[in-house]
């Protein structure tokens, strides 16, 4: 338990830097899915970056004061509550195995929490997150301003306690990044698994049965997200989500999908034939992407910014585009037109990557460092501990004026990267991406 005291500690610091005050970080609640069954509960990732706590119905309370302190609201143990939904910790032994100075009922909370913002200059809380934790938080300044007259002031100030964790978040320990790395190795086993099993007459929720076994099979807890398993012009929506549609012979299969494991998150895409073998316009596109990536991967380093491999893999997918005749050079111009107008956008319309981690979308923000008056914030620059993926792509839908042999073939290719000190080190490398390598897995 360790990372998660110093992760407590140290935003406590920042706390401390801005005059202090009391932190109120919730878990997530349990959401029912029909009458008398819940969702699959999963915790909060901003709860669980300070606690490792995967119990509902608790809420993390940090005092940056003249005595710092950490204390953890929970569930009060349970042994009738136990028989039917499993172990519960309870207020003292999860202070013992989770490393807080103070623990209490959760039920408590309503009666500890205006003693505890008593005097406190500031409340670091995320409102609008959980709407009834912030009922409950005007309830607490109320009972504290009740105190008026006894010479008790009610915290001032109001600061998202968010934009703090967001920064911790993004750069990744070396515990997170071995949990990461793991996460991406069964995610790769399972892309495996669903080329090697594929063939036409399959349906897509057969593939993602695969994906699913292999995720489970290795111990991870559930997929990061919806699962995307998208069969021949399917592969042309974005968010399409695994159905019953049939692999036929001569269309591509894309799936993006990839597993959580201990709380983070993988993120893969891979593109393949049902078949086993590409035709001859499925690989001149898919070249196109596999090269475009690499041109992504080659700026993704210390130093260079969070768009920069955007920019590299969107000049070389639109120099393709004019290439292959998918845009008219006499309409659209030079490389550089295409650039400018933004006209590649009707083939590839989505960003490069995204932060990674805890969610699969993860927490961060992409513009970081003062802006002149008129101009938006910069870039943020990378650095060594970040994480995020690198996934172009080319979709082409059946339109006038483009050729036909590239209609409904949708082609995405992503990676997660980890930034090193002296470039990037992809996690999801052993799932295959060359055509080579692809058709050999398959033809096995």
């Given at each position: 338990m360790a990372s998660y005291a110093e992760r407590r500690a140290k935003l406590i610091a920042q706390m401390q830097a801005k005059g202090g005050g009391v932190a109120i970080i919730p878990t997530a609640p349990e959401v029912p899915r029909n009458r008398d069954s819940d969702f699959p509960y999963r915790h909060d990732s901003y709860f669980y970056y300070l606690s490792g706590f995967t119990e509902p119905e608790a809420v993390i309370v940090l005092v940056a004061g003249k005595t710092n302190r950490s204390i953890l609201f929970c569930r009060e143990k349970n042994l009738e509550r136990e028989i039917w939904d499993g172990y519960r910790y309870g207020p003292e032994a999860a202070r013992e195995a989770f490393g807080f100075d103070e623990a209490y009922p959760i039920a408590a909370l309503d009666t500890e929490m205006p003693k505890l913002m008593a005097d406190a200059p500031a409340v670091f809380h995320s409102l609008g997150a959980y709407p009834k934790l912030d009922a409950q938080l005007q309830?607490?300044?109320?009972?504290?301003?009740?105190?008026?007259?006894?010479?008790?002031?009610?915290?001032?100030?109001?600061?998202?306690?968010?934009?703090?964790?967001?920064?911790?978040?993004?750069?990744?320990?070396?515990?997170?990044?071995?949990?990461?790395?793991?996460?991406?190795?069964?995610?790769?086993?399972?892309?495996?698994?669903?080329?090697?099993?594929?063939?036409?007459?399959?349906?897509?929720?057969?593939?993602?049965?695969?994906?699913?076994?292999?995720?489970?099979?290795?111990?991870?807890?559930?997929?990061?997200?919806?699962?995307?398993?998208?069969?021949?012009?399917?592969?042309?929506?974005?968010?399409?989500?695994?159905?019953?549609?049939?692999?036929?012979?001569?269309?591509?299969?894309?799936?993006?999908?990839?597993?959580?494991?201990?709380?983070?998150?993988?993120?893969?895409?891979?593109?393949?034939?049902?078949?086993?073998?590409?035709?001859?316009?499925?690989?001149?596109?898919?070249?196109?992407?596999?090269?475009?990536?690499?041109?992504?991967?080659?700026?993704?380093?210390?130093?260079?910014?969070?768009?920069?491999?955007?920019?590299?893999?969107?000049?070389?997918?639109?120099?393709?585009?004019?290439?292959?005749?998918?845009?008219?050079?006499?309409?659209?111009?030079?490389?550089?037109?295409?650039?400018?107008?933004?006209?590649?956008?009707?083939?590839?319309?989505?960003?490069?990557?995204?932060?990674?981690?805890?969610?699969?979308?993860d927490c961060g923000e992409y513009r970081a460092g003062n802006a002149k008056p008129g101009e938006e914030k910069p870039w943020r620059a990378l650095q060594p501990g970040m994480v995020l993926t690198i996934e172009p792509g080319i979709y082409v839908r059946p339109e006038p004026g483009v050729p036909e042999q590239y209609w409904n073939i949708g082609i995405r290719i992503e990676d997660d990267a980890l930034v090193t000190a002296n470039g990037c080190d992809l996690l999801t490398k052993d799932a295959p991406k060359t055509v080579a390598d692809i058709e050999a897995l398959m033809k096995q």
């Open positions: 309830n607490w300044m109320a009972a504290v301003r009740m105190q008026a007259r006894a010479g008790v002031s009610a915290p001032s100030l109001l600061q998202d306690v968010h934009v703090f964790l967001d920064e911790m978040r993004l750069i990744k320990d070396e515990s997170e990044i071995a949990i990461m790395r793991r996460a991406a190795e069964i995610s790769s086993e399972a892309h495996r698994r669903a080329m090697q099993v594929s063939r036409p007459g399959l349906r897509e929720y057969h593939l993602e049965a695969e994906l699913l076994y292999e995720f489970r099979r290795n111990g991870s807890q559930f997929p990061a997200y919806g699962s995307i398993v998208a069969t021949g012009a399917n592969a042309c929506v974005l968010h399409y989500r695994a159905s019953d549609a049939e692999l036929k012979d001569g269309d591509l299969v894309l799936i993006d999908a990839g597993c959580e494991l201990d709380g983070y998150a993988s993120d893969i895409t891979r593109t393949f034939p049902a078949n086993g073998k590409f035709t001859g316009p499925q690989r001149e596109l898919y070249e196109l992407v596999l090269a475009s990536q690499q041109a992504a991967v080659e700026v993704t380093r210390p130093g260079k910014t969070f768009i920069d491999g955007h920019d590299a893999a969107t000049r070389v997918l639109a120099q393709g585009m004019l290439d292959t005749g998918l845009l008219d050079k006499n309409k659209v111009g030079t490389l550089d037109d295409v650039i400018a107008s933004g006209a590649y956008r009707q083939f590839y319309m989505h960003r490069t990557g995204h932060w990674l981690g805890m969610d699969v979308h």
